[in-house]
């Protein structure tokens, strides 16, 4: 593996990502956040967080695939994929202290930018702007959170296909069809029969 | 509706405290100025306050009463949340996304609120640096007991969602026909009176 990390890079995808949240975030605290992320590379299938732990850090995928898992009676449910340019966070425990209930595995080698929450915090206390840049990524992850779930509860098969095709069509080629049945709630036959169809 | 006195005084004092036990440094002066933002509102019960497909941008805390949040799925409501005394609530998905909303919300009882619109709030949380901190832990809470009772439903078992119930909702019991708690916990009527008959 040759090739150049260009970690300054990530951090403007980083910088990027923020300000597509909160457009008029204070530009100078956000570079003061930016300066204490950490570059951490995860080989293939190597585990991020496990069930049962306790997170303490938010993380950015600069580069490669993270799948969260759990396991129900002995089988792997696949509930997220998280591709590049995308945060990750094991929320319940951040927010709860208590274990996680998903385990986060690098899918493919996978190149994050890491941050204590603690310190996240320290940066939200300290200035007004990343406080309320705080406030809405919350919102963004809790209303992602409602609407896996009620996709699940009100679309069909069909209908969540469709969602991840139009969100997600990258990584039909990346990710193994049997995660992307379990991602859908839907078995493979039927996710065969819905790829045939569109 | 019998008639229930609940001054605004008493409503507010008791959002106070709620919001206090929430985020307990957030500067007096500006959570008061919060707090009073607040308007009173009362609804008879069985009142639907909001039904799906409605778009509604007002937040409650419930000062005295009962809702129960639900679904209807292939013909038969769902129970999906039950929100009680000194708790918030709000179409909070409507709210984020401008979607349609899924849920209903129904009154179990004559019940006493204050309201807010959302915008309100939000125009108090970027003013001060301690309302935008309260509102982010407000949001981190429910959200958090949102992914728990997805959670729950998702790893316990029926006897364990109704001891977990009981121990967190004892009062719930005699207030929330049984039905709706049956359908809340993902488990049949027949189910819940076995559980009730052993615990």
Known sequence: ?198 | MTKVKISLEERRARLRECLLRIAPATHLSELDELVNAFEPADFPKKYLLLKEGDFSDNVYFICKGLLRNYYIKGNKEINHWITKEDMLLAAAYTLATGNKNFINYETLEDTYVLKIKYTTLESLYVKYHSLEYLGRRIVEVYYAAFMKMTFDILFLSAEERYSLFVKTHADLLNRVPLKYIASYLGISPETLSRLRSKH
């Open chain 1, 1 to 198: 593996m040759n090739q150049q990390i260009n970690i300054d890079e990530y951090k403007n995808h980083l910088k990027k990502y923020f300000l597509n949240v909160v457009p008029e975030t204070n530009p100078d605290a956000l570079n003061e956040l930016l300066e204490h992320f950490t570059f951490e590379r995860f080989a293939k299938k190597q585990l991020i967080y496990a069930a049962g732990s306790i997170s303490d850090s938010l993380y950015f995928v600069c580069k490669g695939l993270i799948r969260v898992y759990y396991i129900k009676e002995d089988k792997e449910i696949t509930n997220l994929l998280v591709p590049e340019n995308t945060i990750v966070i094991g929320a319940y425990s951040i927010i709860t202290g208590e274990k996680n209930y998903s385990n986060y595995e690098a899918f493919e080698e996978t190149y994050l930018l890491k941050l204590n929450y603690a310190v996240l915090e320290s940066f939200y206390s300290k200035y007004h702007s990343l406080e309320h840049l705080g406030r809405l990524l919350v919102e963004k992850y809790y209303t992602a959170f409602m609407k896996k779930t009620y996709d699940v509860l009100f679309l069909s098969a069909e209908e969540r296909y469709q969602i991840f095709i139009k969100d997600h069509s990258e990584l039909i080629n990346r990710v193994p069809l049997r995660f992307i049945a379990s991602y859908l709630g839907i078995t493979q036959e039927t996710l065969s029969r819905l790829r045939a169809k569109y």
